[in-house]
């Protein structure tokens, strides 16, 4: 492998981490809050263990979060300098507005992390909404930057060089909504889930069923809700790239030929070489629907662009396909939730929890899936149609180096936190009350 | 086309005054990264030149001043690189190719640190895992530092080697020379001292007692390396004819603000004698100013120095749309986060009116 080669992987595997931490640390909050809303409402002690044992997930996957967050601070540049020489200033209004709503968080987290018991009730119950939000906000701006890599805009391009700035117009790209909604509503899918389906696994070992089930609740509803949400969302998507960038779509769907009520296809083995897919189930004039709303629309397949301007096209298809199949899993989880809130009996039978806390991990292997579609299928672009991801890598050699570092290192933080997440279960589950 | 050149030549004032506001951001991010970033380090560089016994007390101490305001600190470094990146693009360009290897290992070292720290304070078990927690803090409380100022020792060493050509100089003239040589360990180390000597002056308000005696010691100790340290750095660059050195013993605001400190450690060490907590605090964030003004205004806008020429930090400066919005931006984000983040070290009194004061319950 190349230069380049060990500069992706080691890009795709930092953020791939840092969506895991980032997506907690800005969702989590809300849990939190809820259940110290409940707790302030009720007074009942359970909400105040519940609450106090988010705050410190809270606590370390914010940690986690922003230190991962300093390392792609710093490697945007390391591996990519003259990407961040040329975009670094068109780019930057979310940035920097990104490193303000970061900021605002950590001051807010510091109020509500040693508040307790020091500052007056309901506004350490605030300074935790405010974490939250400035959370939440700092997520769509980072996303925004990355739509503008998808749908570049607010700049020309002049002998190489990026003239007539606009960072209000490049901020506000075409992309920066779909892609922040989806992202957005995937975290709080995710995280709702995951968490979910950590206490529905305790419930399930009956260990403080009654403090575990108040917590499947708060966490079940927000992800039942972001659940259901986002195939709307993903439809707005679909459609938005199908229009900025056909290619992308091709790719996510394997769809070599270019053709009127063209179909989509479900599963398939890619053969890259011949271009074909094989053991396909196809669904007649789908694609044309779903990427235009109209049966008969024209869908240009990848047999129409450049060689060179192909992404790998398995792999982007088979990440979407794990995402669309595990989103539409998700959905109907959602749609059970809701239904047992009418039918009380199902909280009564261990597959109604079995199937919660297996689904536990869907989400983020979703959210995973989901990245290497926009980052991958975009490829071989770092700036789509305007610099490739071979112009802007870093001309230090040696990178094989620097990658398998970074692997050691946060597979051992990986593993640490997993560790440190089930000692606060243990200590959760042995407290008396 | 003649018109064009002399419109771009002339800047207007709204844009004069937005690129004095970001360089305010930039150099202000920087003086606070170094200082209250710089305690946070020293924090665990004072606690790994403990005793056994002065550990512990030494940990809760800083848990209970430092845990509010912990991740704020570091906080500053990220808008101190989203600054150069967006507005000095051409110049972040080079520190990032050329310092990729020590910046590396400073984001190891803060990567370590974070996570021990979060680790220490959050572990549900208290139990043998801390004495690993512990060590990996210490630990990277010291290296960080160390390499951070290895990376800024570097951009002013004179060693850095700028090519076009990366086949035509060696791996290690590009990549290790500039950042492993004396010079910039000799910085590191300084840096280093400087955050134990930060500190241990910041604990010295928080603590009572035969522990309050403890640490003004420290402080006392920290501040004679510091001012040793610097002098070798200074002298060691004065006998092998660095540029930057030379530059600095010429230039007179520098001189003068590094002998104003000097002459300010009178007071500091009073105000450590009679253990006056804001008062320290207050020579020690000064003291800071004047060594970070001293070594910036020697060659700015020239902070990078090649073995070839110099490099301005204002060459290639980002166009004046971009200024202008960051420096809008960067106010509305400073007028939001300022008064906050005074307000949250003032409730956890951080910041502390010189009352009497009151007994603090060690836990």
């Known amino acids: 492998m190349e230069n380049l080669d060990y500069a992706r992987l080691q890009m795709a595997f930092t953020l791939g981490f840092h969506i895991i931490f980032a997506c907690i640390g800005m969702v989590m909050p809300f849990f939190m809050v809820v259940s110290h809303k409940k707790w302030l409402n009720t007074r009942k002690p359970v909400f105040l263990k519940l609450t106090k044992a988010w705050q410190k997930g809270v606590a370390i996957f914010f940690v986690t979060g922003a230190v991962s967050g300093t390392a792609l601070s710093f490697e945007l540049g390391m591996l990519w300098p003259e990407f961040m020489k040329h975009a670094g200033p068109v780019i930057g209004m979310p940035f920097s507005l990104e490193g303000a709503a970061f900021f605002v968080e950590a001051i807010a987290l510091g109020f509500y992390l040693y508040g307790w018991n020091k500052l007056p009730e309901k506004f350490h119950w605030l300074t935790g909404i405010i974490v939250g939000i400035s959370g939440v906000a700092s997520g769509i701006l980072v996303v925004s930057a990355n739509a503008w890599m998808n749908s570049p805009a607010g700049f020309d391009v002049v002998n190489g060089e990026f003239v007539n700035i606009d960072p209000v117009a490049a901020f506000l790209n075409d992309a920066w909504f779909t892609q922040a909604l989806h992202m957005t509503l995937a975290a709080f899918a995710a995280t709702g889930f995951a968490v979910a389906g950590i206490h529905a696994f305790q419930i399930l070992r009956n260990k403080k069923p009654e403090l575990h089930k108040e917590a499947f609740k708060i966490a079940i509803f927000f992800g039942a809700v972001a659940a259901l949400l986002q195939p709307l969302s993903g439809d707005l998507s679909a459609k938005d790239v199908a229009e900025r960038q056909p290619v992308k779509l091709a790719a996510m769907e394997a769809h070599y030929e270019t053709g009127k009520a063209a179909p989509l296809y479900v599963g398939g083995i890619v053969d890259e070489e011949n271009r074909e897919v094989n053991y396909k189930l196809a669904i007649p004039k789908a694609l044309s629907f779903l990427a235009f709303g109209d049966f008969d629309a024209e869908v240009k397949g990848l047999n129409d662009f450049p060689d060179d301007e192909l992404p790998p096209v398995a792999v982007v298809h088979y990440a979407f396909q794990t995402m669309v199949g595990i989103g539409t899993l998700m959905m109907i989880a959602g749609l059970v939730y809701f239904i047992s809130l009418r039918k009380r009996s199902w909280l009564d039978n261990r597959k109604y929890w079995w199937l919660f806390a297996l689904m536990s991990p869907l989400g983020f292997i979703a959210v995973e899936a989901g990245w290497v579609v926009t980052e991958v299928g975009r490829q071989p672009w770092i700036v789509y149609n305007i610099m490739k991801t071979s112009e802007a890598v870093t001309p230090m050699p040696g990178l094989k180096y620097s990658f398998y570092l970074y692997v050691t290192v946060y597979l051992a933080l990986a593993l640490t936190v997993a560790w440190l997440m089930n000692r606060q279960i243990k200590v959760l589950n042995r407290s008396i009350g | ?363």
């Open chain 2, 1 to 363: 086309m003649a018109y064009e050149q002399a419109d771009q030549s002339v800047k207007s004032l709204n844009w004069i005054i937005m690129l004095y506001v970001v360089l305010f951001f930039t150099f202000f991010s920087l003086f606070l990264y170094v200082f209250l970033g710089g305690a946070d380090f020293g924090a665990g560089i004072v606690e790994l030149f403990s005793s056994r016994d002065n550990r512990k007390l030494n940990r809760d101490t800083i848990y209970k001043v430092m845990g509010p305001v912990w991740e704020a600190n570091h906080i500053w470094l990220i808008i101190l690189i989203v600054i150069l990146w967006i507005a000095f693009p051409a110049y972040f360009n080079i520190i990032i190719i050329y310092l990729h290897i020590p910046l590396t290992l400073v984001l190891l070292g803060i990567t370590m640190r974070g996570v021990a720290f979060i680790f220490r304070h959050y572990d549900a078990l208290v139990g043998e895992s801390q004495i690993w927690y512990n060590r990996m803090f210490r630990i990277s409380s010291l290296i960080t530092p160390v390499f951070l100022g290895m990376s800024f020792g570097a951009l002013l060493s004179g060693e850095i080697v700028l090519t076009e050509d990366y086949s035509e100089v060696s791996f290690a003239d590009i990549f290790l020379h500039p950042w492993l040589n004396v010079f910039s360990f000799l910085t590191g180390l300084f840096y280093a001292a400087l955050c134990g000597f930060l500190a241990s002056t910041l604990l010295i308000g928080e603590t009572e007692g035969e522990v309050r005696r403890l640490y003004s010691k420290k402080s006392a100790i920290y501040t004679i390396v510091l001012v040793i340290l610097g002098g070798v750095v200074l002298f060691y660059g004065f006998l092998t004819e660095m540029v930057f050195v030379k530059d600095f013993l010429a230039n007179f605001y520098s001189l003068s603000a590094v002998s104003l400190s000097a002459i300010l450690l009178i007071p500091l060490w009073k105000a450590i004698k009679e253990e006056h907590s804001l008062l320290t605090r207050f020579y020690a964030a000064v003291q800071i100013l004047l060594v970070l003004f001293a070594a910036v205004h020697t060659h700015f806008p020239n902070l990078i120095i090649t073995q070839t020429g110099e490099v301005s930090m204002l060459e290639g400066i980002a166009p004046d749309s971009v200024i202008e919005v960051l420096g809008i931006s960067l106010i509305v984000g400073g007028g939001i986060i300022l008064p906050g983040l005074f307000h949250l070290m003032k409730s956890f009194n951080m910041i502390r009116i010189p009352t009497p004061t009151p007994k603090n319950e060690q836990n």
